[in-house]
């Protein structure tokens, strides 16, 4: 006997029959959205409850008018129903035509209104050897006048669209004939495709919202249809057909057309490669289709469709056996589309099945992890940092990846690309050199509205967001392209999401959260920082507003930043699991002074690296705040010296006086400098120069040390050329190409060895000036004053994380004071140590063995 799976209650039975969990079945029978339902779909549903001890509006005109505008049609010709099947089974009791024609094969329920109504039945035959196309001409010719005609356009289960315009034609000429054209499956399909807005009187069109929307528990259908119709169908159709929750959102479904638009870019991209791939099985000849699912038909003698439905469902694959649908037999079964991840799995059980020809498979993803916050700053770079060194420690080949980073702090690989500084910490984690390729666009903020936009290592051009929100869709190829280039030399992948997948009005068009993770076939791990407050909150919250293909993504929940005994979480961790359906994989501590350099600016411009002052003979450093700061971790290993206090100033009044200035880099050098003018810093850091103050400037700020900054090319202002705070005699022209190179130098003074990295538009060029750091290949990157040696400057970010010069500089400042030189490394700045210290505190208080059970190793 065939097996039949038409709705969901039947995959339930395929559950029963195959033994696994209906979560564990991957459902290729179903032939709804393969996006799930929309994010909105559930708060505005439990917004709906309280409305359930109300009656429903019985004519449902809200849901009415709003139809009526969307298509531009008027109420009186449009009814809604409890599905479109309620109308379908309506329509021949008002048309009350003797006959039926109808092509076959066709959606089942076609024939079953007409056998309610005691109608004669003809059919039409699709032809296989025209893809089932349904040829006008031959449907004109056995028309006669009695007959009702009704058409799937698209058709199930064939997928294929109408000639619409030859249909049109024919349903003109034959006014004496009804036609019911049913559009359930028209969302999958250009817009355009739809017969709507071109209907004569005598053709009906009804449209189900089960199909596109992922509704099918709702129960909401339409007809369009001549006046005189509708009013007959109301006559039948009993009160309140259509439900309060169901009318709620088929007038929010109205409104959301991007939905609409992802949806149908996603499942032609998905149906294009189900369909290639299947096409290089021998023995299987799927039929191209324009919707959300193929036929295919098995060219083969040694199984049928009901065998390999059984066989398929023993490995947890459900798909539909097409043997009960009239004008089909045995041969044939129909495949919806699903992921990528799942579609591989099908592929493989079918190439397994038909073993004669080997398929082109494309290979299956790298196993692939990604943590996502419930907001910015929730400790996703850190966490990524600690599970790559705790899986590199484990012996498994692994690498970080972020498609997208919005971050000042950024270095240079050793091939001279710019990529963003956490993805270098987190391939030093993995013990790897830093790839562009693991942090494929960058983008720099020079303004409010503005960045710089570096896509793998090369700066792009400078754009405003709403230029580059218009071109992220051609830049996400290229990300791709970088994902799996690095996946494939390695193991694993431990990917890291940006701010939240839950910023609704940014998800359109998102590259760094759920679509990369759908792209990468990523197990999701939502990130809580509970040091904030409403983290329980922020979890329902999120997962709340995620479409029900990223809900599919997320694995569980992890708390980070907790203080205190875990046993204070009480219940909540069980109750927020019951609530979303996702377990924790654990309790973070909040892990302070980890030593590594933080992600980007947030957490120094609050305030939060601002450590208690140390007691006892400490140097004391100030560190300007500029508002366009970039590269704050150049000053990281000062920190940890004990005889040094890093103070960031903010305030003019702040600044006192201190052993030292740093002036750090900046990404708008020109906009800065306007802000020491106005601030009075200019004026300050000026008098303290005077009176013999160290005064560094790094990059950027080696730049505002100097005589006059030009911008000929309009790089970071209209133009412009400022006049600097003259403390060294330097003149900078900022440059369209951008340097970036690392470079192993020598300090002129010291004669110890420094290492960083160049990342500037600038180039310098002054008098007078005493060469300070020149690099292996002769060029000076660094200078000071011929005849005042404390005011210097360089372009070499990283110089402080030389120890030998690092306490070098800080005996010359202390001989200075009278102090006396210590003339020994009291802090090596090495991050392996903290990494590995960050990876076994992560490691105890993560559940590991889950982590390897998502990953399957």
């Known amino acids: 006997m065939a097996t039949k799976h038409t709705h969901g209650g039947d995959l339930r039975q395929a559950s029963i029959a195959s033994g696994l969990p209906v979560e564990q079945l991957i459902d290729f029978s179903a032939n709804i959205n393969p996006l799930g339902f929309p994010e909105w779909l559930r708060p505005l549903i439990s917004a709906q409850i309280s409305n359930l001890a109300n009656y429903p509006d019985p004519e449902a005109s809200e849901l009415i008018s ?42 089942a329920d076609y024939a ?28 004109e010719k056995k028309l006669t006048a009695d007959h009702l005609v009704i058409l799937g356009h698209p058709n199930n289960p064939t997928g294929k669209l109408l000639d619409a315009q030859a249909l049109l034609s024919l349903i003109e000429n034959r006014p004496q004939n009804h036609f019911i054209v049913d559009e359930s499956f ?18 009906i069109i009804v449209q189900s919202l089960t199909k596109s929307w992922a509704i099918p528990g709702l129960r909401l259908g339409y007809a369009l249809a001549d006046e005189s119709i509708i009013t007959a169908l109301r006559q039948l159709r009993p009160n309140w057909s259509v439900n309060s929750i169901a009318q709620a959102v088929g007038i929010r479904a109205l409104q959301d057309n991007d939905f609409l638009q992802q949806t149908r870019d996603y499942v032609h991209n998905q149906r294009r490669d189900l369909f290639s791939q299947l096409k290089e099985i021998n023995g299987l000849q799927p039929f191209p289709s324009d919707v959300n699912f193929l036929l295919v038909k098995i060219n083969h003698s040694i199984i049928t469709a009901a065998a390999l439905t059984q066989k398929l469902l023993t490995k947890g694959i459900v798909i539909r056996n097409c043997e009960n649908f009239s004008g089909l037999n045995k041969q044939y079964f129909r495949l919806a589309v699903r992921t990528s991840t799942e579609q591989i799995k099908l592929l493989a059980e079918l190439n397994s099945i038909f073993a004669d020809k080997t398929p082109k498979l494309k290979a299956p993803k790298t196993p692939a992890i990604m943590f996502q916050g419930t907001g910015s700053n929730a400790g996703k770079s850190v966490l990524t940092a600690a599970l790559c060194r705790i899986l590199q420690q484990d012996g498994v080949t ?14 240079v690989t050793f091939q001279g690309g710019e990529m963003g500084r956490a993805q270098v910490l987190q391939a030093q984690a993995c013990r790897l050199d830093a790839d562009v390729r693991m942090n494929p666009v960058l983008l720099k903020p020079c303004s409010d509205t503005g960045s710089q936009v570096i896509v793998n290592g090369k700066v792009l051009e400078t754009m405003h967001f709403m230029d580059y929100a218009e071109r992220r869709t051609q830049i996400f190829t290229q990300v791709q392209e970088s994902y799996d280039s690095l996946a494939s030399e390695h193991q694993v992948m431990v990917l890291e999401g940006a701010g939240s997948p839950a910023e609704i009005n940014l998800k359109a068009r998102d590259i760094v959260n759920m679509n990369m993770a759908r792209y990468a076939a990523a197990k999701v791990l939502l990130v ?20 029900e293909w990223e809900r599919q993504l997320v694995s569980g929940f992890v708390i980070n930043r ?39 600016s947030v957490d120094f411009k609050n305030g939060l690296l601002d450590h208690e002052q140390k007691s006892g003979n400490c140097l004391d450093i100030a560190l300007i705040d500029l508002p366009h700061i970039s590269n704050f971790t150049d000053f990281d290993a000062l920190r940890i010296e004990p005889d040094v ?16 200035i740093i002036l750090p880099g900046s990404k708008n050098v020109i906009s800065d400098l306007n802000y020491l003018l106005e601030s009075g810093f200019a004026a300050a850091i000026q008098q303290l120069a005077a009176s013999g103050v160290e005064i560094i400037g790094i990059c950027g700020g080696y730049q505002l040390l100097g005589n006059k900054i030009a911008d000929p090319y309009a790089i970071e202002s209209g133009g412009k050329t400022c006049q600097g705070l003259g403390l060294l005699p330097l003149e900078t022209t900022l440059q369209p190409d951008k340097i970036m190179t690392r470079c192993t130098g020598k300090h002129l003074l010291s004669n110890h060895s420094v290492t960083g990295y160049e990342i500037h538009h600038g180039v310098s060029n002054g008098y007078n000036l005493k060469p300070l750091i020149r690099r292996e290949d002769g060029a000076t990157i660094g200078s000071c004053c011929a005849e005042q ?33 210590i003339c020994k490394i009291q802090a090596p700045y090495d991050l392996e140590p903290a990494l590995d210290r960050l990876a076994a505190q992560v490691r105890s208080s993560l559940n590991m063995d889950k982590i390897y059970q998502e990953l399957k190793l």
Request: with cysteine; hydrophobic share 40%.
């Open 66 to 107: 709003a139809l009526a505008e969307t298509h531009q049609i008027a109420a009186e010709q449009i009814i809604v129903g409890n599905g479109a099947s309620e109308l379908l089974y309506l329509l021949p009791q008002v048309l009350r035509h003797q006959r039926l024609l109808l092509p076959i094969p066709s959606y």
């Open 112 to 139: 079953a209104v007409a056998a309610a109504q005691e109608m004669t039945i003809d059919t039409l035959p699709l032809r296989v050897k025209n893809d089932f196309q349904l040829d006008i001409t031959e449907l």
């Open 186 to 203: 028209i969302d999958f399909t250009d817009p355009k495709n739809s017969l709507r807005c071109q209907r004569p009187a005598n053709l």
């Open 398 to 411: 692994v690498a970080p990846f972020k498609a997208q980073n919005m971050s000042l702090n950024s270095s």
């Open 528 to 547: 809580g920082d509970i040091d904030r407050g409403g983290v329980f909150a922020s979890f329902v919250g999120t997962m709340e507003l995620l479409n």
């Open 562 to 600: 907790f203080r205190g005994d875990e046993k204070l979480l009480g219940d909540a961790l069980d109750l927020t699991t019951k609530h979303t359906g996702k377990p924790f994989f654990g309790v973070i501590p909040y892990l302070q002074n980890l030593g590594l350099p933080e992600e980007d």
């Open 645 to 660: 206090n890093l103070r960031r100033v903010c305030k003019t009044e702040d600044l006192k006086y201190p052993d030292a």
């Open 789 to 821: 040696e404390h005011i210097w400057g360089t372009y070499l970010h990283g110089i402080f994380d030389a120890d030998h010069f690092r306490r070098w500089f800080l005996d010359r400042l202390r001989c200075r004071k009278g102090w006396q030189a």
